[in-house]
């Protein structure tokens, strides 16, 4: 087991840090103090010029956590304000023990101030208990630290921030780095946490491998070592029959690009053959721009069902459009048996006809996500873990729910976080190329969860390598950019 690509919830990792004082007899004050030496290494490494820091500590273990960093900080000749929302003498167990060292240092506590006097701002307000908006001092507090401009450094979530979620309850800090301890919190990774968090500092303070054989996870993280093992060396004498055809059904009238780049992406993540099911004035289109698709005017269910019957998997979605013929195609494609990758209007007519596959990934943004699921799309973002586990369990299917830390879910509730891509990503088409990755890497043999949790990290790390330096790319870009990540 890996356990630095566990994700936890917060009381998971409650859990976690329970089982390293009470079972691995960790004391306490032990782990807060390895937490501050952690966060001061990292201010420093991040901001060597700084001479001052201002350090904002509330009434918990995570305000612990900042006595350290203060005290740490004062004894390497920085300039240290700190600012205690609650009193020292109010403070218990190993927060109150950090609180005297710090005042028994020569160190000085402030109270709500109306100037910030660090060069980097240490938040060490609120910690992963947080359930509900921030108020009073904390809330005002909160607010002057976003309002200074100056780097901010967070100790382990930053304050206002769901640890599970990733999506504000209220006023939230706005960090530039945010170190976490014991266990990686799964909120950190998707909803709004990017606005947040900033970079991520993972520690485990150094607690025993057998704490997390205690704690199941809640979910995993993918990384790009993932890819061996889903895509080994192909046989020397590896043929195009070998690798599977994709069907791209789609490209209704206007909207004849989207299937095309599903067949190049299927292509490029290395499909033997791809067809391209279309309206019949697009298939000379198809060829001419990528002569490698075979690209066949479709314009009846017996057309169709030529294909399908050649098919070893349909991509099922770019460009389908809502008209008559697109219904009528989208039916017998779910009907067909055949594994099946359900993308954009794919999604669009499921939402309005609710129908069974028997292998088949879906994958929403979080606009079709709420169709899928009869609600809202705050409601979706509100927790997205909850939302594509719903996905995956209505439909029994594989499940991306897109966005920033895309997520992919099993039936059985199994979930990874996809940690690459980034905002250079947002623009038109990307989805029609993870579909076509998806479904390429389904007819090579591997199995739906593994499919989809690979199509999702080649196509974000993909992403960033044709992003690398660039505001803006374009899904050609991306598909263009896969044979730099795809293992040889």
Known sequence: MNESTNLYRAEQVRELDRQAIEVHEIAGYTLMNRAGERVFRTLRARWPEARAITVCCGGGNNGGDGYVVARLAREAGLGVQLIALKDPSELAGDAARAARDWLQSGGQVEALAERLRGDVLVDALLGTGLDRAAAGDYARLIEHVNETGRPVIAVDVPSGLDADTGMPLGPCVRADVTVSFIGRKRGLHTGQAGRWCGGLVFDDLGVPGSVYEAVAKDARLLEPIDLHGWLPPRAPDTHKGDLGHVLVIGGDAGMSGAP??????????????????????????????????????????????????????????????????????????????????????????????????????????????????????????????????????????????????????????????????????????????????????LGQGVSDFDAACCGVLLHALAADRAAAGRRQILAGDLIASLHRVLPA
């Not at 391209?276 to 009846?300: F, N, Y």
């Not at 389908?320 to 669009?348: F, I, M, Y």
């Not at 499940?399 to 250079?424: D, I, M, Q, R, T």
Request: hydrophobic share 50%; aromatic share 4%.
């Open 260 to 441: 095309i780049l599903a067949g190049q992406a299927a292509l490029r993540a290395g499909s033997g053959l791809i067809s391209l099911a279309t309206r019949a004035e697009h298939a000379s289109v198809a060829i001419a721009i990528q002569p490698e698709l075979m690209a066949h005017g479709v314009e009846d269910l017996p057309a169709l069902d030529r294909r399908i019957e050649k098919a070893d998997v349909l991509a099922l979605g770019p460009g389908l459009g809502q008209s008559d013929w697109s219904k009528a195609v989208w039916l017998r494609a779910l009907q067909s048996g055949l594994p099946l990758v359900v993308d954009a209007d794919g999604l669009n007519l499921l939402a309005l006809q609710e129908i069974r596959a028997e292998r088949w990934v879906l994958t929403p943004h979080p606009g079709e996500a709420a169709r899928l699921l009869d609600c809202g799309v705050a409601d979706v973002q509100r927790d997205r873990f909850a939302a594509v586990r719903a996905l995956a369990e209505r439909y029994q299917a594989t499940v991306v729910l897109k966005g920033y830390g895309s997520l992919v879910a099993s039936a059985n509730g199994e979930v990874a976080v996809c940690p690459f891509g980034g905002p250079a990503m947002a623009t038109a088409g990307m989805g029609d190329a993870l579909t076509g990755i998806i479904a390429s890497l």
